[in-house]
C-alpha cells in the first residue's frame, strides 16, 4: 500500500493515524515499516495522545521500547502529558501494566535499559544474537516481529544467529521459511556471514550440505584428504605438500632408500654366518 501511494500520515475521526493503530494494537513491524518510510511518531490525537502512551497504554512492551527509542528524546517522551495530565508511567498504572512500568522505573525488564538502542528497536535480532529460541519463537508466533525484518544494517535475524553460530534458531528460522538469501548493507547473506566468524556448522546447514546433527559436529572423515588440506590439524608437523603428493612420489615413497637395503643386506648376512 505504502509502495503505490497511500498516505500513511492520514488521521481518522479521532485523529489516530497508522501509527497510533499499530502502537495501540502491538504490531512491531507495522510501526518499523511505517518509521521507515517517514511517518512520524510525535504526533497526537485528539486527546494528546502520542503512540508511546497507547502503547504503554495496552502494555504493548516491544512497541514501547521501539517508539522510544526513535523519538528525539525518550527521556521527553516519559514525562510527555496527555489532554488528561497522564503520561506513561500515568496509564501504565491505572491499566495495570506490569511490564511497562517495571521497564519505567528502572527494574530494567528483560535486562534492557534506555541506552540500548539496538534492543528496544529490534528484540527479535538481539534474541538470535543472544541464541535465546524461546524469546525469538515468542516475538514471531504471537505476530511481534517478522522473522525476516532487517535492522538499520540491513541484516536479519538469520544474520545475527548465522554471526553468532546459534545452530538450533538457525534450524528454527529455516523450518518456518526464513530466507537466507537476504543480504545485508555489506552484501552478506547469513552463509557469508557465518564464514566470516568461522561457524563451520552454520556455514553447511545454511549452505544445504548437510543436515545438522548435534551429536555430528566434530565427526570428521579421516579419510577426506581435502579438508586436512584446507583447514589444516593444530599441532601437525606435516607440511601441506605432506599431504598432496603425486601418485608417483607416493610410489617412491614407499620403496625403501638405498641405505635402508644395505642395511638390510648386512644383516640378513650377519644372521646366516
Request: hydrophobic share 35%; glycine share 8%.
Amino acid at each position: 500500500m505504502l509502495r503505490s501511494g497511500v498516505d500513511p500520515s492520514v488521521t481518522d475521526k479521532r485523529e489516530w493515524r497508522p501509527v497510533h493503530y499499530a502502537a495501540f494494537h502491538g504490531r512491531l513491524g507495522c510501526l518499523q515499516l511505517l518509521v521507515k518510510w517517514g511517518c512520524g511518531i510525535e504526533t497526537v490525537d485528539h486527546n494528546g495522545n502520542l503512540p508511546v502512551h497507547l502503547a504503554a497504554m495496552e502494555g504493548h512492551l516491544h512497541c514501547f521500547k521501539f517508539l522510544l527509542s526513535r523519538m528525539n528524546s525518550g527521556t521527553q517522551a516519559l514525562k510527555a502529558f496527555n489532554d488528561n495530565g497522564e503520561n506513561v508511567l500515568d496509564l501504565a498504572q491505572r491499566f495495570f501494566k506490569h511490564n511497562i512500568l517495571q521497564f519505567i522505573q528502572g527494574a530494567k525488564y528483560e535486562g534492557n535499559d534506555l541506552g540500548d538502542q539496538e534492543t528496544l528497536a529490534f528484540p527479535g535480532h538481539v534474541a538470535a544474537f543472544k541464541g535465546d529460541l524461546e524469546m525469538l519463537k515468542k516475538l514471531v508466533e504471537e505476530g511481534v516481529i517478522n522473522f525476516n525484518e532487517r535492522d538499520d544494517t540491513g541484516s536479519t535475524p538469520m544474520h545475527k544467529a548465522a554471526g553468532q553460530g546459534h545452530i538450533e534458531c538457525l534450524q528454527w528460522l529455516i523450518k518456518v521459511g526464513a530466507d537466507s538469501n537476504i543480504t545485508n548493507k555489506a552484501g552478506e547473506t547469513p552463509s557469508d556471514v557465518a564464514k566470516r566468524f568461522a561457524h563451520l556448522a552454520a556455514v553447511k546447514l545454511l549452505e544445504g550440505l548437510q543436515k545438522y546433527d548435534i551429536d555430528d559436529e566434530y565427526d570428521i572423515d579421516e579419510n577426506d584428504l581435502k579438508f586436512f588440506v584446507r583447514h589444516g590439524v593444530e599441532g601437525s608437523t606435516d607440511a601441506k605438500d605432506d599431504l598432496s603428493l603425486s601418485e608417483s612420489d607416493k610410489t617412491d615413497a614407499r620403496r625403501p632408500s638405498k641405505n635402508c637395503r644395505t642395511s638390510w643386506s648386512m644383516n640378513d648376512s650377519v644372521e646366516r654366518n
